[in-house]
């Protein structure tokens, strides 16, 4: 990802139908987005896989689908009422608001672990070095100050008491579904349960297009095992997150994990999966081993056990808690920055290439009738027979170079040209995106060839 800005990037899904600035004709709204007919191709792909690697082949993995809304009390167990705040700070002079950890981050020429940094450390860092406002270049702050990230809504009449809260993970459907999962399923112990679904964070300082927005989806997974089994699954699901990352399709290179130096009072190790963003390293997957914190909450205010009985031993215990969290939008970012390509050609011109895993690729495959005139009625005909298997891209405008060029940075891996020995011999001419080789195939042998590339 060394030849695309992130400013760049915005415009080239925008161009070719990826992602939309969202509710654009209104001046849009700050960091929402909305997905293109290629970007809701690409993210479904990657849920897709995602479900099938986690809970698909997993051992005793079970997939739910939970509301969005919960009861507030969930959020008061959980912490995220008292704690799920960022701290936050204004510039005096021009009223810039920024988090805290970002701005001494942006400041410092030194590698500091902002993380590890309490709100006191923070503010006397931010004295004591005369940070000055990136905007107006000032040092005037005033103090730090919480502020929660949970957006509320109401329900129903307004008044305090129907204050509810949009869910900010979807994690705690996980968490109060684990009794209803274990006993309907008749699930043992170690156990997963993921869910894919949005969240909504009032982000303070959103941003970087799709890194960081106000509204995203998660796909999260929480393994429920024995205490004192916790390290040996933790090892597993931290692999198990690269390996996610490697199957569709990003260089292990862009790739590295960051542990946690400081880790939250209940949790045991933590580590995040960051990828090279062409504005740096950034975090795209969490594992987190969580003690059996998140139930022990969740038993304690909703007065119900949350207790595992072991139908072997007759041991009755709180189940410690694994979890595996990837942020679809941030796969999506990741997967198109390192996808993106300009190629130098040896006729001197330059090609723009996005070369997608053919598993995410938005179309599989596009069909390209050589003449219109001639091969369109035969072009359909192979659209209609392909179509039932794959997404597929047609065309039959303009010169065969520049609809292979079209294809090329869009994704497409496969472009299929239907020429007059399609007509006489039943053949077609399939071109490769990333060699740009072709070979000649039989129609019968399409949906095989294709369908082999997706699964290699
Ligand atoms: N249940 C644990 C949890 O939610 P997190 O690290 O806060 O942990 C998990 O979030 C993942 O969700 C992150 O790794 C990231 O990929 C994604 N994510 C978090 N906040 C986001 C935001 N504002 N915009 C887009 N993705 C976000």
Redesign the pocket.
């Known amino acids: 990802m060394n030849k695309l800005k992130m400013d760049k990037l915005v415009i080239f899904c925008k161009t070719y139908g990826y992602i939309f600035q969202g509710s654009e004709i209104y001046g849009g709204l700050a960091n929402t987005w909305d997905y293109g007919p290629l970007g809701i191709e690409l993210k479904n792909n990657i849920k897709k896989i995602w479900w099938k690697t986690f809970i698909q082949e997993l051992p005793n993995s079970y997939g739910i689908d939970c509301s969005i809304l919960m009861n507030p009390d969930v959020w008061v167990a959980s912490g995220h009422v008292d704690e799920f705040n960022d701290l936050m700070i204004d510039c005096k002079s021009c009223k810039a608001r920024y988090r805290a950890d970002n701005l001494i981050e942006n400041f410092s020429k030194e590698d500091i672990e902002v993380d590890g940094l309490t709100k006191e450390e923070m503010s006397k860092y931010i004295i004591d070095n005369k940070v000055s406002c990136p905007k107006c270049g000032e040092s005037d702050f005033t103090d730090i100050r919480e502020f929660n990230l949970m957006f509320e809504t109401k329900r129903g009449v307004t008044g305090d008491k129907n204050e509810i809260y949009l869910r900010?993970?979807?994690?705690q459907g996980q968490f109060v579904n684990f009794s209803n999962v274990q006993r309907s399923l008749r699930a043992k112990i170690p156990f997963g349960i993921g869910q894919i679904g949005k969240?909504f964070?009032n982000?303070i300082t959103?941003g970087n297009f799709?890194?960081?927005?106000?509204e995203?989806?998660?796909m999260?997974y929480q393994y429920f095992c024995k205490p004192g089994t916790d390290q040996e699954h933790y090892r597993f699901f931290k692999k198990k997150a690269l390996d996610f990352f490697k199957n569709i399709g990003i260089k292990e290179v862009n790739l590295k994990y960051k542990d946690h130096q400081k880790l939250a009072h209940y949790a045991k190790e933590a580590t995040?999966l960051e990828y090279l963003f062409p504005s740096g390293w950034g975090?795209?997957?969490?594992t987190?081993s969580r003690t059996d914190f998140d139930l022990k909450k969740h038993q304690e205010h909703s007065k119900k056990s949350m207790e595992y009985l072991d139908p072997v031993t007759n041991e009755k215990y709180l189940p410690y808690i694994i979890?595996s969290?990837?942020?679809?939008?941030?796969?999506i970012l990741v997967a198109l920055c390192d996808a993106y390509d300009v190629e130098q050609l040896e006729n001197d011109e330059t090609r723009e290439v996005l070369r997608l895993k053919p598993n995410i690729a938005p179309y599989k495959v596009a069909v390209l009738p050589l003449i219109k005139k001639i091969h369109k009625e035969k072009a359909l005909e192979i659209y209609g027979k392909l179509s039932k298997h794959f997404m597929i891209s047609y065309d039959e405008t303009g010169k065969i170079g520049k609809r292979y060029r079209r294809q090329d940075v869009i994704g497409t891996p496969y472009a299929v040209t239907i020429d007059d020995n399609t007509l006489t011999a039943d053949t077609v001419t399939v071109r490769n995106r990333d060699t740009m080789k072709q070979v000649v195939l039989k129609i019968e042998d399409l949906v095989t060839f294709i369908t082999d590339k997706i699964n290699e």
């Open positions: 900010p993970e979807t994690a969240a964070r982000e959103p799709i890194f960081r927005t106000i995203f989806e998660q999260e995040d975090e795209v997957n969490g987190h979890e969290t990837v942020g679809v939008d941030r796969a």
